[in-house]
C-alpha cells in the first residue's frame, strides 16, 4: 500500500511538471514572445511611451518603502511627466518633466535637479547590456500584481557586479517587478509593484502632474549625460587605478573642492552600461592608516588612507558593484610614478 501511494504521488507530481513544461515551451515558442534583447529594447520603450498609474514597494537592503506613481508618456507635443508619492514615513513627493526633477521633503523646502526615469532598473539599463558581460535569458512566465509577465534573466559572466531578474507585463512589456541579486542569489534590491493600470489616465491624476512648486530652495545640477573630451579637466591626474572590472570605462571626471580640506577631490565614474561607481582621491593631511567598508543594499562604499613615501592621499569608492569589487578598485589606486 505504501509503495503504490508513493507511485501515485511520483506520478501526479511528474504529471504536473510535464503539464508546467508544456505550457512554459509553448508560451516561449510562441510568436508573440520576441528574443531576449528584443523584450529589453521593448521594456524600455514602454517605460517611455505608455501612461500608467499604481503602486509599488521598494525595498533596498532591510529598508522598505511603498510608493504610488503616474506616469504620463512622452509624444510629439511634450516630455514625459511622472509623479511619485511617498506612501511610509514622512509625506515626500517627487514630480517630474521631462529630465527636470523637483523634490519636495515633509518640512516643505524644494530641491531641484536633473534627473532620468525615477524607477533604478530602468535608468540603469537605458544605454542597453553588452552581452559580452551579461547573458540575456527568458526562463519562463509568472503573475505579478495579476498580470502576466515573462521573467528575463540578466546575468553578469563574472562576480564583479550584480544580476537582475526582470518580470515584464507580457501584453506591454513593462516592468511589473525587478529583482538585483549577488553571487551567492540573495536579494539586495527589489521594485514591485501591487497594482498597475496602463492606459489613458483621468483629469484628477493629469492635474498632479502639471503641479510645480513655484519656490525652489535649492538647485542640484547633476550631469545626465558623460562629459565630451573638451569639457574634461584639462590638469593630469596625479594617480592611477591599477586594477578595474573588464568592461569599466571611464563615463566622467571631475575636480571639485574638499567638503572637509582645503585640497581638491578628483572624481572619476566608470561604468559598464548597467553598473557604475565612483572613484574619489585627494591628499590626506591627517596622516593617519585608516580603512572602512560598508554596505546598504546595493551601494557598496570603501575608504582607504593609503601612503606612499611622505605623501598620504585618501581613497573613496562607492557604487552599485560587490564590496569586493569595490575593496579590489580602492587597493589599486597609487600615486603616476615620476617617469624618469
Given at each position: 500500500m505504501t509503495i503504490n501511494k508513493s507511485m501515485k504521488q511520483t506520478q501526479w507530481i511528474t504529471g504536473k511538471l510535464?503539464?508546467?513544461?508544456?505550457?512554459?515551451?509553448?508560451?516561449l515558442n510562441a510568436e508573440t514572445?520576441?528574443?531576449?534583447?528584443y523584450l529589453l529594447e521593448k521594456m524600455m520603450d514602454s517605460s517611455r511611451n505608455l501612461s500608467f498609474q499604481g503602486e509599488f514597494v521598494y525595498q533596498q537592503g532591510a529598508q522598505l518603502e511603498t510608493l504610488s506613481i503616474i506616469h504620463q508618456a512622452s509624444d510629439k507635443n511634450q516630455s514625459e511627466k511622472e509623479r511619485i508619492l511617498y506612501l511610509d514615513g514622512a509625506p515626500r513627493e517627487v514630480i517630474r518633466a521631462g529630465n527636470e526633477l523637483f523634490f519636495s521633503s515633509y518640512n516643505g523646502g524644494v530641491t531641484k535637479f536633473q534627473h532620468g526615469s525615477l524607477?533604478?532598473?530602468?535608468?540603469?539599463?537605458?544605454?542597453?547590456?553588452?552581452?559580452?558581460?551579461?547573458d540575456l535569458k527568458i526562463v519562463g512566465i509568472d503573475r505579478v500584481a495579476g498580470r502576466?509577465?515573462?521573467?528575463?534573466?540578466v546575468l553578469p559572466k563574472d562576480r564583479f557586479r550584480y544580476g537582475y531578474q526582470l518580470w515584464l507585463d507580457r501584453q506591454s512589456s513593462?516592468?511589473?517587478?525587478?529583482v538585483m541579486v549577488d553571487g551567492q542569489g540573495k536579494i539586495i534590491e527589489r521594485l514591485q509593484f501591487t497594482s498597475l493600470n496602463i492606459g489613458s489616465l483621468s483629469d484628477e491624476s493629469l492635474a498632479l502632474l502639471i503641479r510645480k512648486p513655484s519656490v525652489v530652495d535649492k538647485t542640484i545640477a547633476v550631469e545626465s549625460q558623460p562629459l565630451s573630451q573638451q569639457d574634461q579637466p584639462s590638469d593630469p591626474l596625479e594617480w592611477e587605478t591599477g586594477w578595474l572590472p573588464e568592461g569599466f570605462v571611464l563615463e566622467n571626471r571631475s575636480v571639485r573642492p574638499s567638503p572637509v580640506s582645503q585640497h581638491n577631490v578628483d572624481a572619476l565614474v566608470f561604468s559598464d552600461g548597467i553598473a557604475s561607481f565612483s572613484v574619489f582621491v585627494e591628499q590626506d593631511d591627517t596622516r593617519v592608516l585608516s580603512q572602512a567598508s560598508e554596505k546598504i543594499g546595493a551601494l557598496s562604499a570603501v575608504s582607504k588612507i593609503y601612503r606612499e613615501g611622505d605623501r598620504y592621499f585618501h581613497v573613496t569608492v562607492v557604487g552599485d558593484v560587490p564590496l569586493g569589487t569595490a575593496e579590489r578598485v580602492a587597493v589599486s589606486v597609487r600615486p603616476l610614478k615620476a617617469k624618469p
Open positions: 510535464l503539464v508546467l513544461g508544456i505550457f512554459i515551451s509553448s508560451f514572445v520576441p528574443d531576449s534583447s524607477m533604478p532598473v530602468i535608468n540603469k539599463l537605458q544605454g542597453g547590456i553588452s552581452e559580452k558581460f551579461y502576466e509577465a515573462v521573467l528575463l534573466l513593462l516592468l511589473l517587478k525587478s
